[in-house]
């Protein structure tokens, strides 16, 4: 070889050894920039957070208190209202066609239909043990009733009042 490629190899590794480094410093910079930026927070991890720390109750104080208090209780009811079984009807008959009627038409699973025949061990029972046990639920030598008639969304009174509608049309 000759001197000045020799000189030419020196001077390249040189450059080469110099951008090495100057890349090996950018990558430690970039490492330390990198913590300290805080990580983001996943939505949902938000979410809970601020379901955690929501107020659990409002106060109402003066007479504006008063009318928001008023507002707050109407949507209160609204909202329970909507979340009731067939819009919270006390309709017996609406109750009845809608869920009751698959089985105490046809008599699955043990259910009376509605003649006198297959009411008549029942009926001296008394309405409340009848209420309780449609509300409730029974399983007897006879058959099963499910709780509120397989509709958990049903209210005691909407349960009381379809039973008492099968109760008055009986054949």
Known sequence: MRNYDLDFLKKF???LGFLVLVALGL????RYLHTLVPPEVAPQAAQRTEARIA???AVYAGATGAAAQA???AAATASASSQAAYGGTLDGSVIFNNLCTGCHTSGAGGAPT???AHWATRLPQGKDVLHKHAIDGFTGSTGVMPARGG???LTDAQVI???DWMLD???
Do not use: W
């Open 13 to 15: 590794s040189l450059v």
């Open 27 to 30: 990558i430690l910079l970039s």
């Open 55 to 57: 107020p659990v109750g």
């Open 71 to 73: 507002a707050a209780a």
């Open 114 to 116: 509605l003649d006198q």
């Open 151 to 153: 509709n958990p969304g």
């Open 161 to 163: 009042a379809a039973v």
């Open 169 to 171: 049309n009986l054949k």
